[in-house]
């Protein structure tokens, strides 16, 4: 019978002198490093490899449909009520003499004090066009020596794109 001292370091065992190990044959059970490290009695297991987390997308709500708009006293009025809304909208005015066609060498030949005859007689009324639409036709006035127009009647609107100034 042998009898061994506790405190005696133990015999080597084969890894300790240089002989390899025969390797495992298999998968490496669960908790084992990589192929490449060998694991060694006495060694903590390695941690379970994270397998990466497959989140889905979030989903988005579909979205509400719009409420319909509301207009505070948006019922029609009847006459110049109605037309309160639109009293400070500024309208560009134009009053038209006359028209004429000319080349283009009668043009460059103009000069201070040249004459343009127009298409209208002295005592035919201006037309007045309200933002480039025939609105009413009038007669010129001076007023403190400056020109004005008398409107002398209110075009009546058809529909018919012939009032537009062309």
Known sequence: MTI????APAAPGPEAVGVPTPAPSGPPPPGAG??????LPGDPPAPPAEAPVQVPPPVAAPPAPPAPATFPSAAPRSGRRSLE?????????????GRTRMP?????????????ELNRSANTPVDV???GTL???????????EF??????????????SLERA
């Open 148 to 161: 004005g127009v008398r409107i002398t009647d209110i075009v009546e609107r058809d529909n018919d794109s």
């Open 85 to 97: 809304v639109l009293a400070n909208v500024e309208m560009t005015v134009t009053v038209e003499l």
């Open 34 to 39: 990589s192929a490449d490290v060998p694991v």
């Open 135 to 145: 609105f009413a036709r009038a007669e010129v006035v001076v007023i403190d020596d």
């Open 4 to 7: 061994s001292d506790p405190l």
């Open 129 to 131: 066009f309200v933002n």
């Open 104 to 116: 283009v060498r009668q043009l460059l030949a103009l000069s201070p004090g040249s004459v343009i």
